[in-house]
Nanobody, 127 residues
Framework: QVQLVESGGGLVQAGGSLRLSCAASGRAFSSYAMGWFRQAPGKEREFVAAISWSAGNTHYADSVKGRFTISRDNAKNTVYLQMNSLKPEDTAVYYC????????????????????WGQGTQVTVSS
C-alpha cells in the first residue's frame, strides 16, 4: 500500500478553479493507478476521475468531463486534479485513491477497486 495526503481544497465561488494535489509515500508509486472520488453530505462516495500509471489512460465521470483534468508526476509521487468552471454541486470532500496495476493501461473507476485512500480535502463552491 501507499500512504496518501490530499491538499488544495478550499472555498471558491461558482465558475472558479482549484487544483487538488495528492502526495504519495511508499514504494513504486509509478506502478499504481490513481483515482479521485468525492463524497457530499448524505451521499455515497462517487467516482470523479482516474489515471493509469503510465498516464496514457484517463477517465472522467460525465458530470466533470470537460471541466476537470487529472494528471500525475511520477517523479514527484503526486497526482493532481485541476478543477475549472466549478459548480455548487461540486461541493464535497475529495479523496484520492491508489491501487497497484500490472499494466500501465489500467485505470479503476470503482470504490472497491482501491486499497489505499487519503484522508480527504474539503471543496466548497458557493453560488
Amino acid at each position: 500500500q501507499v500512504q496518501l495526503v490530499e491538499s488544495g481544497g478550499g472555498l471558491v465561488q461558482a465558475g472558479g478553479s482549484l487544483r487538488l494535489s495528492c502526495a504519495a509515500s511508499g514504494r513504486a508509486f509509478s506502478s499504481y493507478a490513481m483515482g479521485w472520488f468525492r463524497q457530499a453530505p448524505g451521499k455515497e462516495r462517487e467516482f470523479v476521475a482516474a489515471i493509469s500509471w503510465s498516464a496514457g489512460n484517463t477517465h472522467y465521470a460525465d458530470s466533470v468531463k470537460g471541466r476537470f483534468t487529472i494528471s500525475r508526476d511520477n517523479a514527484k509521487n503526486t497526482v493532481y486534479l485541476q478543477m475549472n468552471s466549478l459548480k455548487p454541486e461540486d461541493t464535497a470532500v475529495y479523496y484520492c485513491a491508489a491501487e497497484f496495476a500490472e499494466s500501465g493501461r489500467i485505470w479503476y473507476g470503482k470504490v472497491y477497486e482501491y486499497d489505499s485512500w487519503g484522508q480527504g480535502t474539503q471543496v466548497t463552491v458557493s453560488s
